[in-house]
């Protein structure tokens, strides 16, 4: 049963916003809830510069394994991929196969790298994530299927706070706010879509306008 809390949460993100990556924001919220993750905790650090470097060394583990996965269009999303931001630990990545994602045969393969299996993604209900939890930092692996356009908006998102400094500053504030008025990972995750959908909506408007 959902508490008086998280549905007073919902209630606010609803006023405000009716979809979030191509699914309505009570999914989104109904989703988060459902989720299975490890106890790795959410305490915020100051942005680190091994994190791209953590990515790109994972990068290159995640290639290796492509004959079997055929992975493609791997990329360093979140907040760890972010300059000046801070975060948690744990670095995410969105990687496509022609595989279903959650198939035995690629859950056998991430096994391989260390990755566990915990059902989809909080990205899109259509996606699974791995964890790879060692012991200074997590791997994150939002895998999708190649036919869906499920990490569009993710990818945008990122690239519209690297081109504008003003809206990391925005949106590491909001966190900030988040987290010291969270007292879990799903109140401090239902949070952040407010601030998350209005910095998208901006970064939409910043993508018609660049394009020719």
């Given at each position: 049963?959902?508490?008086?809390?998280?549905?007073?949460?919902?209630?606010?993100?609803?006023?405000?916003?009716?979809?979030?990556?191509?699914?309505?924001?009570?999914?989104?919220?109904?989703?988060?809830?459902?989720?299975?993750?490890?106890?790795?905790?959410?305490?915020?650090?100051?942005?680190?510069?091994?994190?791209?470097?953590?990515?790109?060394?994972?990068?290159?583990?995640?290639?290796?394994?492509?004959?079997?996965?055929?992975?493609?269009?791997?990329?360093?999303?979140?907040?760890?991929?972010?300059?000046?931001?801070?975060?948690?630990?744990?670095?995410?990545?969105?990687?496509?196969?022609?595989?279903?994602?959650?198939?035995?045969?690629?859950?056998?393969?991430?096994?391989?790298?260390?990755y566990t299996f915990y059902g989809r993604s909080p990205i899109h209900t259509q996606c699974s994530w791995y964890w790879k939890v060692e012991s200074r930092k997590c791997y994150v692996l939002h895998l999708?299927?190649?036919?869906?356009?499920?990490?569009?908006?993710?990818?945008?998102?990122?690239?519209?706070?690297?081109?504008?400094?003003?809206?990391?500053?925005?949106?590491?504030?909001?966190?900030?706010?988040?987290?010291?008025?969270?007292?879990?990972?799903?109140?401090?995750?239902?949070?952040?879509?407010?601030?998350?959908?209005?910095?998208?909506?901006?970064?939409?408007?910043?993508?018609?306008?660049?394009?020719?």
């Open positions: 049963m959902i508490n008086l809390h998280y549905l007073t949460l919902l209630k606010r993100l609803k006023h405000r916003h009716e979809h979030l990556n191509g699914e309505a924001v009570e999914t989104k919220f109904l989703h988060l809830l459902s989720l299975k993750m490890p106890d790795v905790g959410f305490d915020q650090l100051p942005y680190n510069p091994q994190w791209p470097q953590w990515f790109a060394h994972e990068r290159r583990c995640l290639v290796e394994q492509s004959n079997t996965l055929k992975l493609a269009e791997i990329q360093h999303i979140g907040s760890t991929s972010i300059p000046s931001m801070c975060s948690k630990n744990i670095i995410d990545i969105a990687a496509k196969t022609p595989y279903e994602p959650d198939d035995i045969h690629v859950q056998s393969a991430l096994a391989q790298l260390g999708a299927h190649h036919a869906l356009p499920c990490f569009s908006e993710a990818i945008l998102f990122r690239n519209y706070l690297n081109s504008n400094k003003k809206q990391i500053a925005k949106y590491q504030k909001f966190k900030d706010h988040a987290f010291a008025s969270s007292s879990d990972m799903l109140s401090y995750s239902v949070r952040k879509i407010d601030i998350y959908c209005d910095i998208l909506n901006d970064a939409k408007r910043w993508l018609a306008t660049a394009k020719p």
